[in-house]
């Protein structure tokens, strides 16, 4: 860290839902952040709408901008580069933050650095808020578990920008997986948070669920844990009972997190990580952050709150990194949904 150059980045994030924008500086020191989240928007649809999301994009951006740098005392002008969420993510999400970000380069001349969604989820246990007292830098190689509505995956993180996925999801992402199972019994949107509410006062022994290991294997899968679910709940329908909805919720959020849990730990132990970083939404989950907090065996770290949902901080970290280490993007720069890490 102390070997790169000193940096203050603006970044942007339009990748789903949430507009947001923020000041980072050096890759750790939070000076401002702000989120303009559109969940009670999308909440009457069930889920996100892709074509309402890019439509209040366009309306935030630019406030939302303004906003960030006011809060951190400062301009575009005492910037060194803008930061811009590249994919994935919704390809109008994506553009409205893209055109924003090239707008602003090209005006400014400040350089232009594209960051992969994903590896910003990652970035964002390097973050803390300027004024605190420094955590300690994750340390390499470094196991991630990147746990989101889109995206269940491992990767080996070696050093900064150097990855090896080990493993994805063949199916549902977990936090996708806890969208339908909300809807399947009666729970609201996000299904995330509604799970583990209804799961406080439940059993999560009551139903035997199964877990899908893969042997051999570092992929997840969760769609055969949903259908499960599904039949249980018709189940005790046809018994014309009522739905033991804290019991369900409770059994299906424990089946998730012990595969992701265990196979984390599996392939830690595997390629000598010498810590485990858990990101992405579904890592606010507070009985996932329990269990990883609880073994003893690594060291783990885990983003405040704030950070595990979409946010432009983990962005701004990132790209941080990305332009310490010489990358700079061009006005060709367009989204690439499916753009690996690498």
């Not at 009666?186 to 042997?215: I, S, T």
């Not at 885990?302 to 949902?309: N, Q, S």
Request: net charge negative; hydrophobic share 45%.
């Amino acid at each position: 860290m102390t070997s790169l150059p000193p940096a203050r980045i603006l970044a942007i994030e339009t990748s789903c839902d949430e507009t947001a924008a923020a000041v980072i500086e050096n890759g750790r020191a939070l000076l401002a952040s702000t989120v303009a989240s559109q969940m009670e928007l999308h909440a009457r649809y069930g889920g996100v709408y892709p074509e309402v999301a890019s439509r209040q994009h366009i309306l935030s951006a630019a406030p939302v901008v303004e906003e960030t740098l006011a809060k951190a005392h400062t301009t575009l002008g005492d910037m060194d580069a803008i930061a811009v969420t590249r994919g994935p993510g919704l390809a109008g999400s994506l553009l409205v933050g893209l055109n924003l970000a090239k707008g602003l380069s090209l005006g400014s001349g400040l350089p232009l650095v594209g960051v992969n969604h994903l590896e910003g989820h990652i970035y964002s246990a390097w973050v803390y808020k300027d004024g605190e007292t420094p955590p300690p830098e994750p340390e390499f190689p470094l196991l991630a578990l990147l746990v989101s509505g889109g995206h269940t995956e491992l990767n080996l993180m070696e050093s900064h920008l150097k990855y090896k996925r080990l493993g994805a999801t063949r199916d549902d992402a977990a936090g996708e997986a806890f969208d339908k199972a909300a809807r399947l019994i009666g729970l609201g949107y996000p299904g995330g948070p509604a799970v583990q509410k209804a799961a406080e006062g439940g059993d999560p022994d009551r139903f035997n669920l199964p877990r899908a290991w893969l042997e051999g294997s570092w992929d997840f899968s969760f769609s055969g844990l949903k259908t499960s679910l599904l039949r249980e709940a018709q189940r005790i329908e046809k018994e014309d009972t009522p739905l033991p909805v804290a019991d369900l919720a409770a059994s299906f959020q424990a089946a998730v997190i012990d595969v992701l849990l265990q196979k984390t730990l599996n392939a830690a132990r595997e390629f000598g990580a010498r810590q485990i970083l858990v990101a992405g939404g579904v890592s606010a989950n507070q009985p996932l952050r329990q269990a990883f907090l609880g073994q003893r065996e690594f060291p783990v770290n885990i983003p405040a709150f704030a950070l595990c949902t979409d946010n432009a901080a983990m962005v701004a970290s990132a790209g941080y990194f990305r332009f310490a280490h010489g990358q700079r993007d061009g006005m060709e720069m367009d989204i690439l949904p499916t753009w690996p890490l690498s």
